[in-house]
């Protein structure tokens, strides 16, 4: 819960810096805008309070690969993100977290596991949405660390596409930074 907690604040370090003119801005994720990001990171945390309370989340407007996860959020994307952040941590209990649901992507899943899997999804998005901005996002090493592990650990040649663009080669030089981000499909 450490990194997920820190990657939570990276995440919400660049996202207050989005200016009102900025929200429609194109980011690394070719499809998704600004707002787009913010929509599915907070869709994330509202999918995973959900399945902490035992019930399903029939939502899939923020899904990974959706077409307009942006259609998630209200007037103050800043005002839901502090919201869901605050509703999801109140649901994250260690019984909740062994719970066990059904995801599309990978089958059955323990919701521990899938909060490992959202550690990731912050710091990349919030690397996204620095790059979106013209924002110089320094993820923490310990936490590139963490997410560079459960990457190399969970993800495959078979990862699906909505989810993390094809890995791309890194400069033997590059940074840990660097090279997770490239493995997450990111032009870094």
Avoid: K
């Amino acid at each position: 819960m450490q990194w997920y907690t820190h990657s939570q604040d990276q995440f919400a370090r660049v996202l207050t810096e989005v200016a009102a003119d900025q929200w429609g801005n194109p980011t690394p994720c070719t499809r998704w805008t600004v707002r787009d990001i913010a929509g599915h990171v907070i869709w994330g945390l509202d999918l995973v309070r959900t399945w902490c309370g035992g019930s399903d989340f029939e939502n899939r407007v923020g899904a990974p690969g959706a077409l307009r996860p942006g259609d998630y959020l209200g007037a103050d994307p800043v005002a839901d993100w502090e919201r869901a952040r605050a509703a999801c941590a109140r649901t994250l209990t260690p019984d909740s977290l062994a719970v066990v649901v059904s995801t599309r992507t990978r089958g059955p899943m323990r919701v521990g596991d899938i909060v490992a899997a959202l550690t990731v999804d912050f710091l990349t998005h919030a690397w996204d949405l620095g790059q979106a901005i013209g924002v110089r996002v320094r993820l923490d090493p310990d936490a590139v660390e963490y997410a560079q592990r459960w990457a190399d650990t969970h993800m495959d040649a078979a990862r699906p596409p909505e989810m993390f663009g094809p890995a791309l080669a890194a400069p033997a030089q590059a940074d840990p930074q660097t090279r997770l981000l490239r493995y997450l499909g990111r032009p870094a």
